[in-house]
């Protein structure tokens, strides 16, 4: 899984990010929903046009649970377990969509880092959000 010095790493990227979590989390559905519009059909009932409310708080509150994640990766099935019932049981979100915004995370992160999102980092960045991809999704089996 991931190496003490990796989690180390993504803990302190999410710390940095999280004064800008509405940008990265906005930027992310955004991309999610231009490459994958299918998704879309979760937030019907949100303006998730660029720049919107709706749009900026949803986002935010992604990275933030990212964030939180990141802080004791060893726990994160406990700091996830009240986003997966709520996911699975109330939303019921297609669990495939986590690792569709995995990736355009991925992306985004990689626009606004720039040269800080190194290979390394990408590589323990792909891992946690696979993991907590995962994880969101064990209440779907």
């Not at 998704?39 to 009932?45: G, L, P, Q």
């Not at 935010?60 to 649970?65: E, G």
């Not at 995995?102 to 990689?110: D, P, R």
Request: net charge neutral; hydrophobic share 45%.
């Amino acid at each position: 899984m991931l190496s003490t010095k990796q989690k180390e790493l993504i803990a302190e990227i999410w710390g940095g990010l999280t004064p800008v979590a509405e940008d990265i989390g906005a930027d992310a559905l955004l991309r999610m929903f231009a490459s994958y519009p299918g998704t879309k059909t979760y937030f019907s009932h949100l303006d998730i046009s660029p720049r919107s409310a709706h749009l900026l708080s949803h986002g935010k509150k992604i990275v933030l649970a990212i964030a939180e994640g990141a802080k004791d990766i060893s726990q994160l099935t406990v700091t996830l377990a009240p986003l997966q019932t709520l996911h699975a049981y109330q939303l019921r979100i297609d669990p495939t969509n986590f690792k569709l915004f995995s990736h355009c995370m991925l992306v985004t992160l990689a626009c606004h880092m720039g040269d800080d999102f190194t290979p390394v980092a990408h590589a323990a960045m792909d891992k946690y959000l696979s993991a907590f991809a995962a994880v969101l999704a064990e209440k779907y089996r």
